[in-house]
């Protein structure tokens, strides 16, 4: 069983994805508002997850998320998917730490063929 955690303050996106996402086997998906709840999830977690994180969110966003990872290996064991709408790119700093983190770039609006490939890439990485 695979644990997937989508982080997007947009109700609508979150629902999109978890019927999508739903149909591939094997998988158990949560939501996150925000990025302190999502931190909340993966410091507990008993398991890697695969996270879909919106950079842009209201409070704790994408960015403060991707510095938290880039600082504490333990949450480096989860894998990440970063959705923006942010022209298409980060700030230099942060595409400097999601290259060197090695997590895909997604731009909104998003295809959603090309989340379920991303998604099913991530999951043969942690079955590696």
Known sequence: MVNVLIVDDD?????????????????????????????HILRHATAPYIVLLDFMMPQFD??????QIA????????RFI?????????PLKLERMRLMLGIPLVPKPFDIDQI???VEQQIAELAR
């Open 62 to 67: 994408g960015a403060y998320v991707l510095e």
């Open 116 to 118: 379920v490939r991303i």
């Open 71 to 78: 600082s504490n290996a333990t949450l480096q064991r989860h």
């Open 11 to 39: 109700h609508d996106i979150r629902l999109t994805l978890r019927m999508v996402l739903e149909e591939i086997a094997a998988i158990t998906i949560e939501e996150a508002r925000d990025g302190q709840e999502a931190l």
């Open 82 to 90: 970063v959705m923006t709408a942010r022209d298409k790119t980060l």
